[in-house]
T-cell receptor
């Protein structure tokens, strides 16, 4: 069964450094998302992406965040200058355009 | 904000049916009821969804009341692997509609 994959599974970085989280959505999917989950808290929507542009973004998704689909398979989330409060699990999701979204296993980001 | 109300936690004995309730009294006519679950440290996993008819798949059954103001997710024979947080979500099945997660119900399957 096809699945969403994410790399790395765990990323440790120093405050102020740039990080890029990578996702490979399911191949025939058209809509892509990033969510995050701070430890012990709810899963929160960050951004949705369709047709090579952002469809919607949340208040969390400020100028420090960007997304890109650099080729036909990868979907990336970049945090330009990480803060301590960016420490969280980051989940990528994709879907074909209706019904359910499929989530990846997540990247645990730890900012020191 | 989430438009659903769920109990914070529930216990169920292994092998028994787990019945997880959800209230969604403000649901609109074009909104579906979706259920996802999140096993510890994993990504959310889709379980089932429905509009007004009861639905069943290989994972679970979804029972929606006639007035659509509440629903119940049924895991017919719960196993230890079903221990997870279960999210009841109300949303329109749009093309790019984000999912708004609440706190969900933490289901403990007891051996």
């Amino acid at each position: 069964e096809p699945e969403v994959t994410q790399t790395p599974s765990h990323q440790v970085t120093q405050m102020g450094q740039e990080v890029i989280l990578r996702c490979v959505p399911i191949s025939n999917h058209l809509y892509f998302y990033w969510y995050r989950q701070i430890l012990g808290q709810k899963v929160e929507f960050l951004v949705s992406f369709y047709n090579n542009e952002i469809s919607e973004k949340s208040e969390i998704f400020d100028d420090q965040f960007s997304v890109e689909r650099p080729d036909g398979s990868n979907f990336t989330l970049k945090i330009r200058s990480t803060k301590l409060e960016d420490s969280a699990m980051y989940f990528c999701a994709s879907h074909r355009g209706f019904n359910e979204q499929f989530f990846g296993p997540g990247t645990r980001l730890t900012v020191l | 904000d989430a438009k659903t109300t769920q109990p914070t936690s529930m216990d169920c004995a292994e092998g028994r049916a787990a019945n997880l309730p959800c209230n969604h009294s403000t649901i609109s006519g074009n909104e579906y009821v979706y259920w996802y679950r999140q096993i510890h440290s994993q990504g959310p996993q889709y379980i089932i969804h429905g509009l007004k008819n009861n639905e069943t798949n290989e994972m679970a059954s979804l029972i929606i009341t006639e007035d659509r103001k509440s629903s119940t997710l049924i895991l017919p024979h719960a196993t230890l692997r079903d221990t997870a947080v279960y999210y009841c979500i109300v949303r329109v099945a749009n093309r790019d509609d984000k999912i708004i997660f609440g706190k969900g119900t933490r289901l403990h399957i007891l051996p």
